[in-house]
């Protein structure tokens, strides 16, 4: 672990943000959400972002994902601004170089678990079989199930095997173990684990779960629109050592 945790430092970054603000306007009230953030993610790291409901953590996700945009401040991503990319460049970057997994699975009913991932590999550059993805997050039997026929923890699975079957250089995680109870979240999370040790892919999961936490590389704590600390784990604990 000591020679992994020696190679991270030197990682070249993936991500980048300077400065990121963000204010949200309702009518004549002006909410602010982020506050002069600066951050940066490097290659193949797992990051745990923590804080409580309104801390701001979903909103630079979202920024990062490309899915929003700052106020004010840039984000740089291997050295290229996307705050400054046109709507048709933002999902260009989506679409060849960010995964999101959601708390809500989104996943169609009508359409089996290997359907609902190639519709990410069918616009995909270079994809792996919907097959793959799913040994991946160990659910190879389940290809033909429709999403009602799978639990809620094997449907947040499919939905990680959506998500990193395009190949992902960043996979985001927005409290993807909410919806589930502990022994289910556990799974899912090793999933998660497993996709980031296997395939090298920039992870961060949003959570408000503290318990969670040990299992990243590193973990950033935000409070009321602000990066509070930021703090790097001496080991990686492993899934079966988390509680809650």
């Not at 991270?8 to 506050?35: N, Q, T, W």
């Not at 799913?134 to 033909?144: A, F, N, W």
């Not at 590389?217 to 509680?243: F, P, T």
Request: charged share 25%; hydrophobic share 40%; with cysteine.
């Amino acid at each position: 672990m000591a020679d992994k945790k020696n190679a991270a430092s030197i990682s070249p970054r993936v991500f980048r943000a300077e400065g990121i603000s963000k204010v949200y306007h309702m009518g004549e009230v002006s909410v602010p959400a982020l506050d002069k953030v600066d951050l940066s993610l490097s290659e193949g790291e797992f990051v745990v972002l923590l804080g409580a409901s309104g801390s701001g953590k979903s909103t630079l996700l979202n920024i990062l994902g490309g899915l929003d945009t700052p106020t004010a401040g840039r984000v740089l991503f291997r050295g290229r601004d996307i705050s400054t990319m046109s709507e048709e460049e933002l999902t260009q970057f989506r679409r060849n170089h960010i995964g999101f997994v959601f708390q809500f699975y989104n996943l169609i009913p009508s359409l089996t678990a290997g359907e609902n991932i190639a519709l990410v590999t069918d616009i995909a550059r270079e994809p792996m079989q919907p097959l793959e993805a799913m040994q991946l997050v160990g659910l190879s039997e389940r290809m033909h199930h429709f999403p009602a026929q799978l639990s809620g923890g094997e449907q947040q699975r499919v939905a990680i095997a959506r998500a990193i079957a395009k190949k992902p250089d960043v996979l985001l995680c927005d409290e993807p173990t909410g919806a589930l109870d502990f022994k289910t979240g556990r799974v899912v999370l090793e999933a998660i684990s497993n996709v980031n040790e296997s395939l090298g892919t920039t992870t961060v999961v949003i959570t408000h779960n503290a318990s969670i936490a040990g299992m990243a590389d590193r973990v950033i704590e935000m409070r009321d629109g602000n990066i509070v600390s930021d703090r790097k784990n001496r080991r990686r604990q492993s899934i079966s050592e988390l509680s809650w």
